[in-house]
């Protein structure tokens, strides 16, 4: 079964192993990698404090807007729909 990185629509190789977080998506691991990097300075610039629920929730959602799984309205992707995985072009209604 080929997977394709919701991110930056490359495919994934079956060789390449995810970690359980990027594997729900799927993500691979350089784009997995740029998240890391890039949830910091969320937390930073958001002054984010992971002990608090709320915090931890919005940090997620920021997550799935930064691999592709969620808009930035907060409405949830569907990939299975052929429509949505073309990127580049533009949603009708959007």
């Not at 990698?33 to 910091?40: G, L, S, T």
Request: charged share 35%; net charge negative.
């Amino acid at each position: 079964m080929t997977r394709t990185c919701t991110k930056c629509k490359n495919e994934i190789p079956d060789t390449e192993q995810l970690g359980p977080v990027n594997e729900k998506y799927p993500t691979c691991n350089k784009c997995w990698a740029e998240w890391k990097e890039y949830q910091i300075m969320v937390m930073n610039e958001l002054k984010l404090d992971m002990s608090m629920a709320d915090h931890r929730k919005l940090l997620k959602k920021h997550e799935k807007i930064f691999v592709g799984v969620l808009s930035p309205e907060g409405e949830v992707i569907d990939y299975t729909n052929e429509d949505n995985r073309k990127p580049d072009e533009p949603q009708p209604g959007a």
